[in-house]
C-alpha cells in the first residue's frame, strides 16, 4: 500500500484537493447545518453532521465499488427525481415556517424537534443528490492504475473524515455564542437563503431526470 501511496503520490494529493475543495463548496448540506447550528442546539447539528456523513459515506462506496453497475440502470435517475422533490419539501416547509414570527415555532419544532430527525434529515438531504458518486468515479481515474483495494479503503476513510472535520468546524463557529446570536437575529433571512439553496437545487435534480425517466 504505502509503495502505491508514494509512486502515485500526485494523483493521491490529486484527488484529495479536489474533493476537499468539493466538501468546501455550499451547497444543501452546509445550509442544513447552519440552520441546525443556529435554531437548535450542537447536538442537534452535529446530529444532521452525523446524517451527512451517512449519507457520504454511502456515495463513497457507490462511487468506489458500485457505479459503473449502477449507471447502467435508471438508478440514479430515479433517485435524483425523488431527491429533488424532497428538497423542494425541505423549501416548502422552510418557506412556510417564515409566516411565524417566533424562533422556536411550531413548524421548525415539527421539523427539528430531535436530534433523531437531525441526523434522518442529514441523511437525506445529502442522499437527495446522486450526482457525488460519478464525480468520485471520475475524480479516480486520475489514478493511472486501479488502487489496490486497501488504497481504496484507506482513501475512503480520509475522504469521510474530510466533511467531518469541515461540517464540525462549521458547528463550533456558528455555535459561538455571539455568532449564534447574531445570525438568531438574521434568521429570517438565513431561512430564506437556506429555502432558496433547497429549491434551485431540488428543481435543478428534477429538471435534469425527467427526461431520462418520462
Known amino acids: 500500500m504505502l509503495d502505491f501511496i508514494i509512486s502515485h503520490s500526485m494523483e493521491f494529493l490529486s484527488v484529495l484537493g479536489i474533493w476537499t475543495l468539493a466538501v468546501l463548496m455550499p451547497g ?74 417566533s424562533v422556536e415555532n411550531e413548524d421548525t419544532s415539527k421539523l427539528y424537534s430531535s436530534p433523531i430527525k437531525g441526523l434522518m434529515a442529514g441523511i437525506f438531504t445529502n442522499l437527495s443528490n446522486p450526482k457525488p458518486p460519478i464525480f468520485i468515479s471520475v475524480i479516480l481515474s486520475k489514478f493511472s492504475t486501479i488502487p489496490p483495494l486497501d488504497v481504496a479503503l484507506l482513501l475512503l476513510i480520509v475522504m469521510t473524515a474530510i466533511p467531518c472535520f469541515w461540517f464540525y468546524c462549521v458547528v463550533h463557529f456558528f455555535t459561538i455564542k455571539k455568532i449564534f446570536q447574531t445570525f438568531l437575529h438574521y434568521r429570517k433571512h438565513l431561512d430564506c437563503v437556506a429555502g432558496a439553496i433547497f429549491f434551485l437545487f431540488g428543481i435543478n435534480l428534477i429538471t435534469e431526470a425527467f427526461p431520462q425517466l418520462f
Request: proline share 1%; aromatic share 14%.
Open 28 to 101: 444543501p448540506d452546509l445550509f442544513l447545518v447552519i440552520r441546525y447550528s443556529t435554531q437548535k442546539s450542537k447536538i442537534h447539528a452535529l446530529s444532521a453532521v452525523g446524517g451527512i456523513l451517512v449519507g457520504t459515506l454511502v456515495w463513497l462506496v457507490v462511487g468506489f465499488f458500485l457505479v459503473d453497475l449502477l449507471r447502467k440502470s435508471i438508478f440514479f435517475e430515479l433517485l435524483q427525481f425523488v431527491g429533488g422533490g424532497y428538497l423542494v419539501y425541505m423549501a416548502v416547509r422552510i418557506f412556510l415556517s417564515l409566516r411565524k414570527n
